[in-house]
T-cell receptor, first 115, second 118 residues
Framework: AQTVTQSQPEMSVQEAETVTLSCTYD???????LFWYKQPPSRQMILVIR??????QNATENRFSVNFQKAAKSFSLKISDSQLGDTAMYFC????????????FGQGTRLTINP | DAGVIQSPRHEVTEMGQEVTLRCKPI?????LFWYRQTMMRGLELLIY????????DSGMPEDRFSAKMPNASFSTLKIQPSEPRDSAVYFC????????????????FGEGSRLTVL
């Protein structure tokens, strides 16, 4: 079974700084999908960014980018020019291309952006 | 569309009592997921349905938990009898299709039901 591990339970940075959240996963598959979701205090889950494993190019969405290292099974999220609104719980998630068709989430990292 | 609707938002009950959590997915979505979120274990998938049929219930912790989807617009997650270790936030989520979920990451979550078992 696939597992997703986020080793940083909490992180805190100053506004405008850059922060990187770590995620590693375990799978024997070669094709799969990886996601970062944001969960603000409202508890609604919001998709931040998505990466397909067969694409070598790292995904970017405005201030959010990933560092996808397939061989190392690592998928970190970088937030540039962090804003107060980025304060939230961030979840890394994995989905198989075949087989078990479900999103497997990591434990989450609570990120606080300080003014 | 109003999004995924869950009820109740908060529930406090005593050990041994039956708890029923409810979910109304987004109209037209074929997939419904129940997740549980705790500090210790993060977000765990309990069970998911496709067209009202349970597909994977391997995440259901034990026989005290059961989930049903009698029709396309309603699902319940029941805990009987409840225990303090069941205290968590329970999320329901729905998706139009697995392909869309893969291609876009779209998985619409409800606001969750926070359960406290004393």
């Amino acid at each position: 079974a696939q597992t997703v591990t986020q080793s940083q339970p909490e992180m805190s940075v100053q506004e405008a700084e850059t922060v990187t959240l770590s995620c590693t996963y375990d799978t024997s598959e070669s094709n799969y999908y990886l996601f970062w979701y944001k969960q603000p205090p409202s508890r609604q889950m919001i998709l931040v960014i998505r990466q397909e494993a067969y694409k070598q190019q790292n995904a970017t969405e405005n201030r959010f980018s990933v560092n996808f290292q397939k061989a190392a099974k690592s998928f970190s999220l970088k937030i540039s020019d962090s804003q107060l609104g980025d304060t939230a719980m961030y979840f890394c998630a994995f989905m198989s291309y075949q087989g078990a068709q479900k999103l497997v989430f990591g434990q989450g990292t609570r990120l606080t952006i300080n003014p | 569309d109003a999004g995924v609707i869950q009820s109740p938002r908060h529930e406090v009950t005593e050990m041994g009592q039956e708890v029923t959590l409810r979910c109304k997915p987004i109209s037209g979505h074929d997939y419904l997921f129940w997740y549980r979120q705790t500090m210790m274990r993060g977000l765990e998938l309990l069970i998911y349905f496709n067209n009202n049929v349970p597909i994977d219930d391997s995440g259901m912790p034990e026989d005290r938990f059961s989930a049903k989807m009698p029709n396309a617009s309603f699902s319940t997650l029941k805990i009987q009898p409840s225990e303090p270790r069941d205290s968590a936030v329970y999320f329901c989520a729905s998706s139009l299709s697995l392909r869309i979920m893969r291609d876009t990451g779209e998985l619409f979550f409800g606001e969750g039901s926070r359960l406290t078992v004393l």
